[in-house]
T-cell receptor, first 116, second 112 residues
């Protein structure tokens, strides 16, 4: 199994550009999510999904869109990149997504994004 | 008060030492607790869940103190390979989906 696959690994954007970070999992996981990780801060939830066709906002959703048309894929779109979006982005999935679900989160390798 | 407070370290310890980290949380409704490990420039990976009665996994012991709202991780007989950042994670029970809150991590370096 490939697990959670994220692409690209690195990206440099100019302010105002848009792009999509790809995330795919082959574990038939219900729950998928996007986090950003900044120095000195914990991972912060951007958006999440508990199944195909269902998405919701996390702690820091502004400037990002997501969709979940299939169980496997959960792309993250940056609409108009800003320097404040320079960060490391992680996609993560788990078997269940209910409020008491304890299944481990499986993370992708991360995307290092720089916005100049 | 931050939702999660974690001593960032760094903790520099010699091989074979015992080291412990604490992590406090402010949301008393938190119901599930975890420790994740993150190697430098890599993704986080689950180290262990934390159960109410405390639990061990080899050299690692996790404990929960609900009254004081903290969890701890004890590493015995430290190995060079234990060098990493350790993230505490809390899960709330409100809403219709799991809500995980991550600490900013404690950096551990085990020295030869």
């Amino acid at each position: 199994n490939a697990g959670v696959t994220q692409t690209p690994k690195f990206q440099v954007l100019k302010t105002g550009q848009s792009m999509t970070l790809q995330c795919a999992q082959d574990m038939n996981h219900e729950y998928m999510s996007w986090y950003r990780q900044d120095p000195g801060m914990g991972l912060r939830l951007i958006h999440y999904s508990v199944g195909a066709g269902i998405t919701d906002q996390g702690e820091v959703p502004n400037g990002y869109n997501v969709s979940r048309s299939t169980t496997e894929d959960f792309p993250l779109r940056l609409l108009s990149a800003a320097p404040s979006q320079t960060s490391v982005y992680f996609c993560a999935s788990s078997y269940g997504g209910g409020p008491t679900d304890n299944s481990p989160l499986h993370f992708g390798n991360g995307t290092r994004l720089t916005v100049t | 008060r931050k939702e999660v407070e974690q001593d960032p370290g760094p903790f520099n310890v010699p091989e074979g030492a015992t080291v412990a980290f604490n992590c406090t949380y402010s949301n008393s409704a938190s119901q599930s607790f975890f420790w994740y490990r993150q190697d430098c420039r890599k993704e986080p990976k689950l180290l262990m869940s934390v159960y109410s009665s405390g639990n061990e996994d080899g050299r690692f012991t996790a404990q929960l103190n609900r009254a004081s709202q903290y969890i701890s991780l004890l590493i015995r007989d430290s190995k060079l390979s234990d060098s990493a950042t350790y993230l505490c994670v809390f899960q709330g029970a409100s809403g219709s989906a799991r809500q995980l809150t991550f600490g900013s991590g404690t950096q551990l370096t085990v020295l030869p």
